[in-house]
Structures are given as structure tokens and as C-alpha cells.
């Protein structure tokens, strides 16, 4: 089933449907919704935050999803598939792949990554999971803890690594060259160019989810941009 899985995803385009609370498409109707346009438009794949997001998700289409649970905990930057308890949900909703912080900070508790996993690998020996990574040493540490993808994602979100200029090509190409586990590119892609510059530095598959799904960031990327007039400057 995993390798079915992975085979569905080589070569393609992830689209990241998520909004939060604060973002006027919150709704897991919308984000349904979003991933039936991706869908339609060529999509190989969703990524998608919280069970009830993911529910309505799998109920409009069939693409496999990576499924996350944003959650913050007193005392810890993770904020990605924190927990055991976000994982457990993850897998009762039928997450294809299950996404999670990997970097080398603290988890709730003052939990290390390789504890955590242990704990993970051994509850769910079957279930697929993707390490969301901002450096090449946590792709790399990830990759030897058995990871079954590496992703680029929190490249840029760490403190770390918040002046990396994204997308991150060199920690894709590093990452794609020196590990044999599928590296998946995510993080700051924004134009067609950089998904192609994504794949030509080895990524198996990529992920983008602002510059498609969320219109109010789109819509500031434009205005930013151009110069152009700022309609809630003239209120």
C-alpha cells in the first residue's frame, strides 16, 4: 500500500488546503472544496490540517492525503503533529501519510525527536510518515531514523534557518542527493519556475499551498509586487 501510495505522488503536485481560524476561508467545507479544484487541475496529492478538514476532504475526493494537526503546547516552538494524541487523530481519520515536526527543538515535555518517533513507529508500524525538516542535519536525521519522506517544510520557520531564502533549492538538491527516501519540496513556492527548479534539484514530489489556495496572501503578493494601490490603505 505505501509504495502505492509513493507511486501516486512521484512526479506531482501536492496542494496544501489549509486555513486557520484567523483566515477568512476556515471552513472544512471550503477546504473540501479547494481540494476538488486541485484536484480538477491536476493535483496528485492534498495536504490538510485537522481531522474534520480532512474528513471532508477524503468525502469529495480520492487523492491521497498528508494529513497534519497544527497545535500549540506551553513551553514548545512544535506546533506540527506535536503529540501522540494529534497523531492518533490523524490516523483515525485515514491520513494516507502523516506529516510532523522533525527538527531538532523540543517537544511538548521536553520530548526529543527520537523518542517521540519511537514511541510513533511502534504504535503505527504500517502508517506512512513525512518529516517536515529546515535543515539538511534533520533531513539526514530523519532519514536515519526511518522517516519514509523528508520534507523541506519548516526551512525559513525556524529560528535556525529564518533567513534561508525560500524556496530552499540547495536543501532540496542536498537532501535529494544524499539520502535514498523521497525528499518532497515544500516552502515558498510561488511561480511555476520554482516548482520546475524544485524538480530539476532532485525533489520526488512538491508541495505548494499559499500561492494556490489562499487568496488574501495572493492577492497582498500582487499588490506587494506591483506597486499597485492598496485598497485597505484608502479605508
Not at 523541506?152 to 520557520?157: A, H, P, V
Request: charged share 25%; with cysteine; aromatic share 8%.
Amino acid at each position: 500500500m505505501g509504495e502505492e501510495i509513493l507511486h501516486k505522488l512521484k512526479g506531482g503536485l501536492i496542494v496544501s488546503c489549509q486555513a486557520l481560524e484567523d483566515e477568512p476561508l476556515f471552513s472544512s467545507y471550503i477546504m473540501s472544496r479547494m481540494a476538488y479544484a486541485a484536484k480538477e487541475g491536476g493535483a496528485v496529492g492534498i495536504r490538510a490540517n485537522s481531522s474534520a478538514d480532512i474528513k471532508a476532504i477524503k468525502e469529495t475526493v480520492t487523492l491521497p492525503v498528508i494529513g497534519i494537526v497544527k497545535k500549540e503546547y506551553a513551553g514548545s516552538e512544535v506546533y506540527i503533529t506535536p503529540t501522540i494524541k494529534e497523531v492518533d487523530e490523524l490516523v483515525s481519520c485515514g491520513a494516507e501519510i502523516i506529516a510532523l515536526d522533525a527538527t531538532s527543538r523540543r517537544r511538548p515535555g521536553g520530548e526529543t525527536l527520537k523518542d517521540f518517533w519511537k514511541e510513533v513507529r511502534e504504535k503505527y508500524p504500517n502508517q506512512l510518515f513525512m518529516a517536515d525538516c529546515a535543515t539538511y542535519e534533520e533531513g539526514m536525521e530523519a532519514s536515519f531514523l526511518g522517516f519514509d519522506l523528508i520534507g523541506t517544510t519548516l526551512s525559513g520557520y525556524t529560528q535556525e534557518t529564518k533567513d534561508e531564502k525560500l524556496p530552499n533549492l540547495l536543501l532540496m538538491k542536498q537532501l535529494s542527493k544524499d539520502i535514498k527516501r523521497p525528499v518532497i519540496a515544500e516552502g515558498g513556492i510561488w511561480t511555476p519556475e520554482q516548482l520546475k527548479a524544485a524538480f530539476s534539484a532532485g525533489a520526488f514530489a512538491a508541495v505548494v499551498g499559499s500561492a494556490i489556495t489562499r487568496p488574501r496572501d495572493i492577492t497582498n503578493y500582487f499588490i506587494s509586487g506591483s506597486g499597485c494601490r492598496n485598497g485597505n490603505e484608502m479605508k
